[in-house]
T-cell receptor
Framework: DQQVKQNSPSLSVQEGRISILNCDYT??????FLWYKKYPAEGPTFLIS?????DKNEDGRFTVFLNKSAKHLSLHIVPSQPGDSAVYFC??????????????FGTGTRLKVLA | GAGVSQSPRYKVAKRGQDVALRCDPI?????LFWYQQALGQGPEFLTY????????KSGLPSDRFFAERPEGSVSTLKIQRTQQEDSAVYLC????????????FGNGTRLTVT
């Protein structure tokens, strides 16, 4: 049972435009969400997080939106740059509400930013 | 070092051999996680430590997998009698606090079982 889903395996965007990466989840106990970027042969790098008490968090070019009623979050990258080309993972945890500590990851979306 | 360090980066084992993978977390981080990542998939949870206590090992796929963190810092993931299906990248991550705290990953160990 995939509790965190990234339904788009890949996405191509022109440099300078907006990249929107989507993530859906099924467990209503999730209360903390994160986005990671991963380059080949490296570990995932933390980008941005959001707690369930918020619906938006912004850090530079990266903004995460959370829609709890739809159990959906998205990552917006504006403007997109060629160096943003990587695989992006969303992750979720329910540690405050359920006492479990694990973070559940989606299967990833490969973003390609075209110069 | 400033980040999470894992060794070795690459490991090739013959089927049936035992392997040990090491993780040096960020100093002062309470929480330590092990994940397994197969090609084209997201990281899959294996086990979690809070200091030296292993609080969750629900993701370990079989009793051939064993992890420890005896002094609440360095951790070792051991796989006994390796099988081909164990081939994957094994990622270690640490976080400052047990909850609502980002995981910081190492670069992983790529295990290939032949």
């Amino acid at each position: 049972d995939q509790q965190v889903k990234q339904n788009s395996p890949s996405l191509s965007v022109q440099e300078g435009r907006i990249s929107i990466l989507n993530c859906d989840y099924t467990n209503s106990m999730f209360d903390y969400f994160l986005w990671y970027k991963k380059y080949p042969a490296e570990g995932p790098t933390f980008l941005i997080s959001i707690s369930s008490i918020k619906d938006k968090n912004e850090d530079g070019r990266f903004t995460v939106f959370l829609n709890k009623s739809a159990k959906h979050l998205s990552l917006h990258i504006v403007p997109s740059q060629p160096g943003d080309s990587a695989v992006y993972f969303c992750a979720a945890s329910a540690s405050r509400t359920s006492g479990t500590y694990k973070y559940i990851f989606g299967t990833g979306t490969r973003l390609k930013v075209l110069a | 070092g400033a980040g999470v360090s894992q060794s070795p980066r690459y490991k090739v084992a013959k089927r049936g051999q035992d392997v040990a993978l090491r993780c040096d977390p960020i100093s002062g981080h309470v929480s330590l996680f092990w994940y397994q990542q197969a090609l084209g998939q997201g990281p899959e949870f294996l086990t979690y430590f809070q200091n030296e206590a292993q609080l969750d090992k629900s993701g370990l796929p079989s009793d051939r997998f064993f992890a420890e963190r005896p002094e609440g810092s360095v951790s070792t993931l051991k796989i006994q009698r390796t099988q081909q299906e164990d081939s994957a990248v094994y990622l270690c991550a640490s976080s400052l606090r047990p909850s609502n705290s980002p995981l910081h990953f190492g670069n992983g160990t790529r295990l290939t079982v032949t």
